[in-house]
């Protein structure tokens, strides 16, 4: 079982930045790859961000590239999600997610884990 717990969403103006966490617990972070998903009201979840289990490879999504970058911190179980240059159309609720067996990385359903999500809030 892993436990998820994403923190350091909030309210910021267009241009801002924020740094999103995702605390694991239950199993070493180093065993399985994470991404991060956002889900606006009335949209489907949205894939943002994935990195693999030792931080080497990253993937990110076109909407986010140059401005979103995860990152990860395996001796605190910890990842992270670094957003520069926030815009209106990023407020969503953010998750972070554990992919334990593999798939498509972009598809929500690959990933076996989710936190419960922290809001992020871009004012224009």
């Known amino acids: 079982q892993v436990q998820l717990v994403e923190s350091g969403g909030g309210l910021v103006q267009a241009g801002g930045s924020l740094r999103l966490s995702c605390a694991a617990s239950?199993?070493?972070?180093?065993?399985?790859?994470m991404g991060w998903f956002r889900q606006a009201p009335g949209k489907e979840r949205e894939f943002v961000a994935r990195?693999?289990?030792?931080?080497?490879?990253?993937y990110t999504a076109d909407s986010v590239k140059g401005r979103f970058t995860i990152s990860r911190d395996n001796a605190k179980n910890t990842v992270y999600l670094q957003m520069n240059s926030l815009k209106p159309e990023d407020t969503a609720v953010y998750y972070c997610?554990?992919?334990?067996?593999?798939?498509?990385?972009?598809?929500?359903?690959?990933?076996?884990?989710w936190g419960q999500g922290t809001q992020v809030t871009v004012s224009s």
């Open positions: 997610a554990a992919d334990i067996s593999g798939g498509v990385i972009t598809t929500p359903i690959t990933y076996e884990y």
């Open positions: 990195i693999s289990k030792i931080g080497v490879g990253t």
């Open positions: 239950g199993r070493a972070v180093s065993s399985y790859a």
